[in-house]
């Protein structure tokens, strides 16, 4: 009995992330296309169909399986009886993508009437979303039915759950690694990591560089200082110190003010 419990939040939950995707195509459409609705849109609506109607097929599929085919676990796939879930997220699907078509055909035409920023944040967006359809559901446009073969019926069977199982990882490659911004943030926060914590593989040559433009920052402050207030300027000389043995470049240097200008008093 556990199983099947566990089976039917499952299907559940696989049919709420594709309404949700029906959500978002129903907000962008009622946005964009039907703009005059849309200080009146009540989340709750949304709410009401991600979350609520899903439960309608996973419970009707849950009592016509086990009345009808009460195998174990409900993990057999022999049964048409699973299209009473399906059937509702590739309908879904279709809608869902004829859409975003509505939407993207508006916004072309927006755009080609008048060049607004917003309007090509709202087209940057339908793409994304036009892209992320098909992804997540091109295990049922790709196969929506299951051949009755022996052989192709178990190769349907691994491919559907290779997409399945694999669709966050697409999603994360696509969305994410192959994302322009993100590489440049990920450069961005490792070059920042290497240079705050002095990785141990950095060369020494580079660490160096970075010590001697140190140094030279720090005198032309103080040069500044020194000359604002009418004292002594000083600049730091490096010697090396006495038997530095492990390579840390200028760390091991002692440093010496040397008084190098007399600044005359003003008559």
Known sequence: VSCKILHFFHQYMMACNYFWMLCEGIYLHTLIVVAVFTDKQRLRWYYLLGWGFPLVPTTIHAVTRALYFNDN???????????????????????????????????????RENQHAESHMYLKAVKATLVLVPLLGIQFVVFP???????????YDYLMHSLIHFQGFFVSIIYCLCNNEVQTTLKRQWAQFKTQWGLPWMSGNSRHVSNAAAAAAAAAAVAAAAEAENLPVYICHQEPGNGPTNNLGNEGAEVIALEIIEQESSA
């Open 145 to 155: 039915w299951r051949p009755s073969n022996k052989a192709l019926a178990k190769i």
């Open 73 to 111: 676990c409900w993990l057999s796939v022999e049964t048409h009886l699973l299209y009473i879930i399906h059937g509702p997220v590739m309908a879904a699907l279709v809608v869902n993508f004829f859409f975003l078509l509505n939407i993207v055909r508006v916004l072309v035409n927006k755009i």
